[in-house]
């Protein structure tokens, strides 16, 4: 496959600046600095590293801007005119490295995707490039920016999103100082799961709103996780926190209580380490490979969906990964290539094979006599007592008693309805799923068939501070992957970040193709692209050139 490289740089810096709060849990800023002096490796030697820190407020706040329909509008809290409900503001924050002659950015954005979905046009990454390139000297290869992927969408970022990501990083370059840093990897496995169940026919079924869950005598088993958080730390020269970078791969779409605007899991993380640590310190995001990560209780219906409390737990274990990181001099390189990958070509093929499958599924409804209505106490009375659901016990003694059948035959004739209904109720679960998916593949093959190509041209970046090293990818990456890579990796402390620079949606892994569920349904992506993938990710990372 093509690639053109673009550029290695090495810089020296990290960032610095803002922050705000959540209650200290124990964890207060006097702990912070004590446990900074007791992970420091020298005294002071000032060294070339610097680093600067802004934020952006990115949150809209007016409902006669918002786009969408009124069932989206509800969920933000809002009325037809007036103010935006929000729980807690939306940020676009800059990581500036510096080392006097090389400059690097990291830019963690609270959106859904850097492009290709949601509010973010597909120009926002050329254009805040070219904008911090022109006025704040950093090469737009040099620049990293990574989506939260939060899900609350329909109108919550600001018109003038671009400005304030610009912003942020001018603020950062304006603010620069002395730093050191250091690399440490927690771990927080008790947040998130994998959302594609697998099924005993090998095949998957995605855990979605859209969708109901699987019967659960299908289920055979469920797929990995990467529980691993990864930490950059920063402190000033007097070994004040500064700032905290953090890796975890999540997929954040549970909400804030009582509704509104919300950065979700990362936004409730960010705010326990800022507050914890105080100081002005800043807690920056990087969202890993959630591809086919959900949170944990994604579907629960007894209580109110409540990102926080998961927050609140990412945020002690980062603070507990933290505590152990000694921090020193270090160097940054930023090596940044364009690689083509295979589309896919099979669309049309799974197209009739969905279509046939779906008038398989339309030919099994069965005639009955219920309706819902009727259905469902029937359904209630014959799982509450399946011996005898009719009557009591001694009236069927009775009938056997005197010969009579009225109550077995009343029975059997209700046995058969409920079947045929609930067989029913299953083809329809199973329809529902084939219409989205048929949906969605048709969507992703006008795509393909635009772009006039049968490659995709996707940006891999490496971003290497002192011994943290950080992969990049454009879209939904899914676990297993993000976990070969790191088992490949020379480098003991490296971590994914995608849905950086752009977006292409799913990125499935091979095997995933042939289990036909969501992701691998809405996908531009061909077999044979994971492999070229990892195998130029592996080569990039044993380059001379990363050191």
Known sequence: MKRRKFLISSASSLSAVAGSGYSRLGFGPETAEKAAKQ?????????????????????????DEVMGDMAVKAALGMATQGEIKIHDPLYAKALVLDDGTTRAAIISMDVIAIGGLGEIKDDFLPTVRAEIERGLNISGKN????????????GQICDDVVEKAVEAARHACANLVPVRIGVGRGKEDRITMNRRIRLKNGKVWTERHANPSPEDEDVAGVGPIDPDIGVLRVDTLDDRPFAVVYN?????????????VTAELPGFTSKVIEQNLGNGAMALFLQGAAGDITEIYYKEINRPRNAEPLGMMLGLSTLDAWRGVRT?????????ETLELPRRTDISERVKALEEEQGRLLESLAQTSLNFKAFLPLYVKYRLNPEFPSYYAYWYKQQQLMGQTDLALLDAENRRNIEKYLGNIYAMERLARIQVNLSLLKERQAMNEKSGSATLTIEVQIVKVGDFVLVTFPGELFAEIGLNIK?????KNTFIAAYSNGYIHYAPTDDAFDEWDYEDTNCLLGRGWQQIYEKEVARVLSSPELG
């Open 143 to 154: 620049i990293l920016i990574n989506a939260s992927h939060n899900h609350l969408v329909g």
């Open 487 to 491: 088992r490949a990796s020379p480098h």
């Open 39 to 63: 992970a420091r490796l020298k005294k002071p030697s000032a060294g070339n590293l610097r680093a600067g820190l802004g934020k952006s407020d990115i949150t809209r706040r007016k409902t």
């Open 248 to 260: 975890f791969a999540a997929h954040p779409y549970t909400g804030a209580s009582g509704g509104g």
């Open 328 to 336: 020193g001099d270090g160097s940054i390189k930023v090596i940044s």
